[in-house]
């Protein structure tokens, strides 16, 4: 009831593919948003100085992420799609393998970099920092979590791949057990390092850090092991690890051209998102600040339905057109657009309806001007709730039929087009303050979201699908 194949995803009913990939993606991600919050949960009762560091680290660690485990994750997930929908099985495995090098490769080198760059990095974040966080233990927590971060990244670049692969052939479940397995032993292991409770040494905000990366080789582990249990029919790993090792050139660059615009999508957005902290904090104060980062909270968790129905809707695209089946591809495009949009109205008017309860309930201690603020910022977010998910879901149609590029431009419109400049002109030029910074953000999601309903039905008519379906086909052929 709760499988399909690739049969059920190229001709049979495409709500029931949808929701029956989604469900699992959905979960996944509130799995993952929860993860985020159990070191601070362990670290919170350390020391303040704790939490600090490693909150200062977390756009570093973030952007990390962002440059490394993007690329070999879409481009995987999108190339293995359009060749499972096209029967090529070969091409399938292969494109894994290039998904494979781009990550052991990149979490590697990159890995290296940001070990040895780690002091430079959190020198510049405290530069950032009011002027009463800039303490020498912070900064020394900041160091050490980032590098332990960095040495282990390549754990989490390969066994992300593996998953893309998986949500690439339409087995969301085996995700699923991937991202279960990282957190489960994230979350034993953390209390254990941190605190040193039997015979674990303690080991404080590194602990937290080796924990995180042991969740990674965890979730690894538990991609090979569902994948040579033989969970999905030609999920050949060591075939894939042999390809890889072969070094076949045009795989590699067809992943990258598929890959790194998103990777280069989510390194922009992550560094407008630091540069708004700044904004926010000249804005509004310490306040400001407050109800800034609570508004992130909760707009990461009420976005979590359509992150997974755009991961989704990237692998019913992707083999819709490697069947050359494009007028399915489109439908699940504005299908999924049109549940995230439905869902997130619903989110919306309760955040509208009930934001005092909201911040109460995350944030009992928050008073005064950042209280104040906080439901404010949750009610204009809401307004542009929606929006949001539509853009979600016409990414992913985008995305599926590699237009990764077109992802890329749009968010580089929404957050250094339109969000950054309109907080700072809004704030300062028209003196609005911190209200203009939040509104900018919902200005811009709205913008985003009708830019890109109105291209893709302009690059539909144009015949931007069965382009995508020749070249998948080509590629089988």
């Known amino acids: 009831m709760f499988r399909v194949d690739s049969e059920d995803i190229t001709e049979g009913p495409l709500p029931r593919a949808l929701v029956v990939l989604a469900l699992p993606l959905l979960v996944q991600n509130f799995v993952q948003v929860a993860n985020q919050v159990v070191d601070l949960f362990f670290l919170g009762r350390l020391s303040e100085a704790a939490v600090a560091g490693v909150s200062l680290a977390f756009p570093a660690v973030v952007l990390l992420f962002a440059l490394t485990v993007y690329t070999p994750f879409v481009g995987t997930q999108v190339l293995v799609s359009q060749r499972v929908g096209a029967g090529d099985e070969a091409g399938t495995v292969s494109a894994l393998g290039a998904g494979l090098l781009v990550a052991g490769g990149g979490g590697v080198l990159l890995g290296a970099v940001a070990f040895l760059a780690a002091p430079a990095l959190a020198d510049l974040l405290v530069a950032l920092q009011p002027a009463g966080e800039r303490t020498a233990a912070v900064r020394g927590f900041a160091v050490d979590y980032l590098r332990v971060i960095a040495a282990g990244l390549v754990a989490v670049t390969l066994a992300d791949t593996v998953e893309a692969a998986f949500i690439g052939w339409g087995d969301s479940r085996a995700a699923l057990y991937i991202n279960l397995a990282t957190v489960g032993v994230n979350v034993v292991l953390d209390p254990l390092l941190i605190f040193g409770m039997g015979p674990f040494p303690r080991l404080e905000v590194l602990g937290a850090g080796i924990a995180l990366v042991a969740g990674a080789f965890a979730g690894l582990l538990t991609g090979v092991a569902l994948a040579s249990a033989g969970r999905v029919e030609g999920y050949r790993l060591g075939a894939a690890v042999r390809s890889a090792l072969a070094f076949e050139a045009d795989e590699f660059r067809d ?223």
């Open 255 to 477: 992943l990258l051209d598929v890959g790194t615009p998103t990777a280069v999508q989510q390194a922009a957005r992550q560094l407008v998102n630091v540069l708004m902290v700044v904004v926010v904090f000249a804005a509004g104060g310490a306040a400001g600040l407050a109800a800034y980062f609570v508004g992130a909270r909760v707009a990461g968790v009420s976005f979590v339905p359509a992150t997974g129905l755009q991961q989704a809707a990237q692998s019913i695209v992707g083999q819709n057109l490697g069947a050359g089946a494009t007028e399915r591809a489109r439908r699940v495009t504005w299908l999924g657009a049109a549940v995230a949009v439905g869902g997130l109205a619903v989110v919306g008017t309760l955040q509208w309806l009930f934001p005092a309860e909201i911040v109460g309930l995350l944030v009992p201690e928050l008073d005064g001007r950042a209280f104040e603020f906080s439901v404010t910022y949750l009610r204009i977010l809401a307004y542009g709730y929606p929006a949001i998910g539509a853009a979600y879901l016409l990414e992913g149609g985008f995305n599926g039929a590699r237009r990764t590029r077109t992802s890329l431009a749009a968010t580089l419109v929404q957050f250094w087009v339109v969000r950054l400049p309109v907080a700072g002109a809004g704030a300062f030029l028209l003196g609005a303050g911190v209200e203009a910074v939040f509104w900018a953000v919902t200005v811009s999601n709205v913008l985003v979201a009708v830019g890109l309903g109105i291209y893709y039905r302009h690059a539909v008519a144009g015949g931007m699908l069965e382009r995508a379906a020749g070249e998948a086909t080509e590629t089988a052929d």
